[in-house]
């Protein structure tokens, strides 16, 4: 069966020169993991990375759309497979490498894939809603799927809705579709999840750091020459440090100093976001970055005694 390695962690925590490391001593091609580095142009607030890096370890899924482009977790997921294909045709072991836990977990479980909405059936719903009340429709698909019908509130309008109209749609139960899935995740690649992290003060640290380097880079100069070229209303101008960068050139109140401590203030806000997502994610195995002897135990036990080099085949 396949075998996949994945690593993940908040923001700044170092997934980046560990994932290097990990990738050349697994003969690995990397798949970034992330909602923002997706897109292109926007660079220095991403920490993608840099040119000497992916030359080590080729990366994908980095500078794919351009900022105005709509972006799905299933978009995502079509991508990741599509370069998943690419990687194993290169006989190369695969390494995700992120903080999106929405594209981790989209990727882990895969998106549930139902037929496309019929609006003829939908509005027939609705005007059924209308007509007799949410609660009597709700009755109705407790008759036709009861298993989806229990765990659906009664009052859930949308989730009543959608199951009704799979149904109506297929002639198929929306619970058998759910089954189908799970049946699919049982013979999906094997995954090894690691997850890093460092004590709080060491990570805000490291926040701040990389901050004050964000500065150094030019990151000013950049949103400003986004801002000529993107609307601010796009996907990644909403992202922590394009967005505070670009409340700061509307406004102009704040200092850059100013503007530096708030940028940290939400990276912080944003690491403990992440970490409380994946700290929900089963089957995580927990380092902290130095501890490599670690990692590189846990994963010659999941490859096996001949190494990692045998499962790419298969």
């Known amino acids: 069966m396949k075998k996949i390695v994945a690593l993940m962690g908040p923001t700044a925590v170092g997934k980046t020169p560990l994932a290097i490391e990990l990738a050349e001593r697994i003969d690995a091609e990397i798949i970034c993991v992330d909602s923002i580095a997706i897109y292109r142009d926007f660079n220095i607030a991403t920490a993608k990375p840099s040119a000497a890096e992916t030359e080590r370890v080729s990366h994908y899924l980095i500078d794919i759309i351009d900022p105005v482009e709509s972006f799905s977790a299933g978009d995502f997921c079509r991508e990741a497979k599509k370069a998943m294909e690419e990687i194993r045709k290169r006989g190369k072991n695969i390494l995700l490498v992120g903080g999106s836990g929405l594209y981790f977990r989209a990727l882990f479980n895969g998106m549930f894939e139902i037929p496309r909405k019929d609006f003829r059936i939908k509005e027939k719903l609705e005007e059924k809603i209308k007509s007799v009340g949410i609660h009597n429709v709700y009755e109705e698909l407790k008759e036709l799927d009861p298993e989806t019908a229990d765990v659906i509130h009664r009052n859930d309008r949308y989730r009543i809705l959608r199951a009704l109209e799979v149904y109506y749609t297929t002639g198929k139960r929306f619970s058998e579709f759910k089954?189908?899935?799970r049946l699919k995740l049982t013979q999906g690649p094997?995954?090894?999840?690691?997850?890093l992290n460092l004590?709080?003060?060491e990570?805000?640290?490291?926040?701040s750091e990389r901050t004050d380097q964000m500065f150094?880079?030019?990151l000013l100069d950049e949103v400003s020459s986004l801002l000529k070229k993107y609307p601010p209303a796009c996907k990644p101008f909403q992202s922590v440090g394009y967005k505070e960068a670009n409340s700061f050139f509307l406004k102009g109140e704040a200092s850059v100093e100013e503007l530096k401590e708030e940028i940290c203030q939400k990276t912080r806000a944003l690491a403990r976001r992440q970490l409380t997502w994946f700290r929900s994610e089963e089957g995580l195995q927990w380092f902290e970055p130095s501890q490599m002897d670690?990692?590189?135990s846990l994963m010659t036990s999941f490859?096996?005694?001949d190494g990692p080099q045998n499962d790419v085949s298969q």
């Open 303 to 305: 490859f096996g005694p």
């Open 294 to 296: 670690g990692i590189e």
């Open 203 to 207: 990570l805000y640290k490291r926040i």
């Open 190 to 195: 094997v995954i090894l999840k690691i997850g």
């Open 199 to 201: 004590p709080r003060e």
């Open 216 to 218: 150094k880079n030019g």
């Open 179 to 181: 089954k189908e899935h």
